[in-house]
């Protein structure tokens, strides 16, 4: 069983209602946007940290859901619905991207069979092996549980900040929940790691990436081939599409233009050796 964090909309914004005495009541699934097919329905939520709250997922055939996020904004008050959520289920594969957002990108209608699925799941770890090599660094986090952590108080603590916990690593550091064992410690989940399904670009380069390679892959899914703009009357001539050139609208991303997310090796500089005292500190830098 797979979960999904939430964080409710409200009034435009994201919004946590547990402190105003609100609850996260519902998530149902429905299988078309316009959300007439009820397919299943899970809750209540369990909040994690402050505006984001976890449901369990049902166990449901692998496709893509449209759904409903139901949340009472403070004690007393109507329910109101957010239909802001849209999930390509399973969850957990690994990828920053779905066969369900492939699929769009290529044309292809949903819902895929098990032959797409699997040749789109193919393609997508081909694309985000690409960027793991460029980037150096894995594209997805990982989950590192510590046992009974005390905070750092301090008179503004904030627990979903990493700098409140004793808790180092030589990396990207998130809090993803925290969990009060009732003697003023807590178990924490960390998530340590690059998080490439958080970035947008990443996941705009592995979906086109991914499509691209389908497309022009012989009996791929929804392989076209080069795009043909016209054919002649006889049918003696053919004239194919020119791709547009990187910079232009429509261009494939290039992988320079995840630079900025790129490992950096860091080397201490050889410094020369200090000169004897009494013409230099006996103390060093």
Do not use: C
């Amino acid at each position: 069983m797979s979960t999904y964090d939430h964080k409710p909309m409200y009034g435009g914004a994201h919004y946590d209602p547990e402190p105003a005495g609100g609850q996260v009541t519902s998530l149902s699934l429905y299988d078309g946007p316009d959300r007439s097919t009820l397919v299943a329905e899970v809750g209540p939520a369990t909040r994690l940290r402050a505006g984001v709250y976890r449901f369990a997922l049902p166990d449901v055939p692998p496709s893509r859901y449209w759904a409903t996020v139901t949340f009472t904004p403070s004690e007393g008050t109507q329910p109101v619905k957010d239909q802001s959520v849209r999930l390509d289920l399973p969850l957990g594969l690994g990828l920053v991207t779905s066969p369900e957002a492939v699929a769009k990108e290529l044309g292809v209608p949903l819902p895929l069979d098990a032959e797409q699925r699997d040749d789109l799941l193919t393609a997508i770890r081909k694309a985000q092996a690409d960027v793991v090599a460029y980037l150096g660094q894995p594209a997805i986090p990982q989950l590192v549980t510590r046992t009974a952590l005390t905070p750092y108080w301090h008179r503004d603590e904030d627990l979903g900040d990493p700098k409140s916990w004793p808790f180092e690593a030589d990396d990207l550091v998130q809090v993803s929940a925290y969990r009060p064992r009732g003697d003023g410690t807590y178990d924490v989940d960390f998530l340590v790691g690059f998080d490439g399904a958080a970035i947008d670009p990443v996941v705009r380069y592995v979906t086109t990436h991914a499509a691209e390679s389908e497309r022009n892959r012989p009996g791929g899914v929804g392989s076209q081939g080069r795009r043909v703009s016209s054919v002649s009357a006889e049918g003696q001539s053919i004239s194919y599409e020119s791709e547009p050139t990187t910079g232009q609208a429509g261009a494939l991303p290039t992988l320079d233009s995840l630079s900025r997310w790129k490992r950096r090796l860091f080397a201490p500089l050889n410094q020369p050796a200090r000169p004897p005292w009494p013409y230099s500190s006996s103390r060093g830098r």
